[in-house]
Structure formats: C-alpha cells, structure tokens
Nanobody, 123 residues
Framework: QVQLVESGGGLVQAGGSLRLSCAAS????????MGWFRQAPGKEREFVAA????????YYADSVEVRFTISRDNAKNTVYLQMYHLKPADTAVYYC????????????????WGQGTQVTVSS
C-alpha cells in the first residue's frame, strides 16, 4: 500500500512559480509511475503530468507542457511538480497519484491518491 501526501500549494500571482511535492510511504516507490492531476471547481479531474517508473519517461498535458516539469527522487520517495509561468487557468486542487503501469496518463490507471493541495493563481 502507498500513502501520498502533497505539499507546496498556495497563492501566487500570474507569471509566478510554485513547486509541489508529493511524499510517498512504502518501500516500492521506485516501481510506481507517479502522476499529477488537477481539478478546478465545477470541472472534472484532469491529467497534468506523469513520470514512468520503468524508464523515467515523462508525459504532460498540452496545457502545461514547457511550463511544468515533473521529476522524482526515488531515494526520498518524493515526486515533484515544478510549475513556471502560472496562469489563473492553472488554479485547481492538485493531486498526486501512483500507478503500477506505465505509461499512465488517465486517472483510471492510478490506484493510490493523495488528498490534494490547493493552487490559486491570481490575475
């Protein structure tokens, strides 16, 4: 079983940056594909980024590619989402998730989820 705890959310002005972290419990973190999703009020949860456990391949939603970077530190059981040039449209609750399959860019492929961290981008 994997438990995930996100941190790093907050309020930032448009054009600013934030780095989200997701700390995972469990000794097999390195064997999980890790993903970030987000959900804005009144909208469905959407894929943001993922990093494969098998070869470190990364995947991004078109809306965040170039601006966001996902990375992982298996020694620290942590996955990061570095966000640059934030826009008000990026405002959402951001969720970390873990999957045993790769690639995994849909929520249905993720079994473990964190509680989420709020990111608010003001204009």
């Amino acid at each position: 079983q994997v438990q995930l705890v996100e941190s790093g959310g907050g309020l930032v002005q448009a054009g600013g940056s934030l780095r989200l972290s997701c700390a995972a419990s469990g000794r097999t973190f390195s064997y999980y594909t890790m993903g970030w999703f987000r959900q804005a009020p009144g909208k469905e949860r959407e894929f943001v980024a993922a990093i494969s456990w098998s070869d470190g391949s990364t995947y991004y939603a078109d809306s965040v590619e170039v601006r966001f970077t996902i990375s992982r530190d298996n020694a620290k059981n942590t996955v990061y989402l570095q966000m640059y040039h934030l826009k008000p449209a990026d405002t959402a609750v951001y969720y970390c998730a873990a999957s045993r399959v790769a690639p995994a860019i849909t929520a249905a492929r993720y079994y473990y989820w964190g509680q989420g961290t709020q990111v608010t981008v003001s204009s």
